[in-house]
């Protein structure tokens, strides 16, 4: 897997398919694996998909001090220089939607189009900040924050359907270690609101209906901050790639090879 040194950070990062760059970025979670592989493959054959692990990722590599969404930011900007395939199309989820926001109004010039999944843009959700104080006040309890993770990341109807044994099966998912708690930390204070006015790509953001994690209203106040983007909504939880796959690819993929 190639990987690329910006600051302290050793960052990796997947590279498959063919024609212009479709770069995928993860959000609070072990990395872009867990949240993009049952998806990358529906892009290959238009795209070269890109997916970097970005530092609070397991795989990269860091001085594990606080983590900023300027310092990811110039992970995924030299992640697109490093693979050579911009300017590129950009998606960012949940967390990485606010990198992916970064990005686009601070380096034009590397964003083709942008979609924004179940992302927020700082402060003010008290739902919000109150989740993620929860979340990151109950790491020292392992099954419990893997627990908590798994209710409020899907919806109940994807959660009955599922039935126990798979539901089981998604506690272990994600666990409570040095790099969910840095990027929980990073969760509570990070702020874009700035930012947002500054982006010229074409742009979609796409709310989940059912999200108990980043509730939906959050993507609405951020189509409403960026001037002339598209919105779009699935009813799904959270973590979307997981339990809506088809229709996000469907939406990703009309609004990035819509003919501009």
């Given amino acids: 897997m190639p990987s690329v040194r910006v600051d302290d950070a050793l960052v990796p990062y997947g590279m498959k398919g ?3 760059g479709l770069v995928l970025v993860h959000g609070t979670g072990p990395g872009a694996g867990i949240t993009w592989d049952g998806v990358v493959d529906r892009f290959t054959d238009a795209r070269t998909v890109i997916t970097p692990d970005l530092s ?5 590599q ?12 110039r992970q995924l900007d030299a992640v697109i220089g490093d693979a050579g395939t911009g300017p590129v199309d950009l998606v960012g989820y949940s967390l990485g939607a606010l990198v992916a926001a970064a990005l686009a109004a601070t380096r034009p ?31 020292g309890d392992a099954d419990a924050f893997g627990r908590f993770s798994t209710l409020t990341g899907f ?3 994807f959660l009955n359907a599922l039935g126990p044994d798979a539901v089981e099966g998604l506690v272990p998912n994600l666990r409570p ?28 953001v796409i709310g989940c209906g059912r999200d108990l994690t980043v509730p939906v209203e959050n993507s609405r106040e951020l189509h409403a901050a960026i001037a002339g983007s598209e919105y779009a909504e699935i009813e799904s939880g959270h973590v979307v790639p997981l339990e809506r796959p088809e229709e996000l690819v469907r939406l990703v993929t009309e609004f990035v090879l819509r003919p501009q």
């Fill in 18 to 20: 063919s024609g212009p």
């Fill in 56 to 60: 609070g990722s397991d795989p990269a």
């Fill in 62 to 73: 860091d001085d594990g001090g606080d983590l900023t969404v300027e310092a990811l930011a």
């Fill in 109 to 139: 010039e590397l964003v083709r189009s942008l979609v924004l999944v179940a992302g927020w843009a700082g402060p003010g959700d008290e739902y919000l900040r109150n989740l993620t104080t929860v979340w990151r006040r109950i790491a």
């Fill in 155 to 157: 919806s109940r109807e």
């Fill in 177 to 204: 270690n040095r790099e969910r708690l840095r990027q929980l930390d990073l969760n509570l204070r990070v702020d874009v609101r700035d930012l947002l006015p500054k982006i010229r790509a074409r742009t979609l």
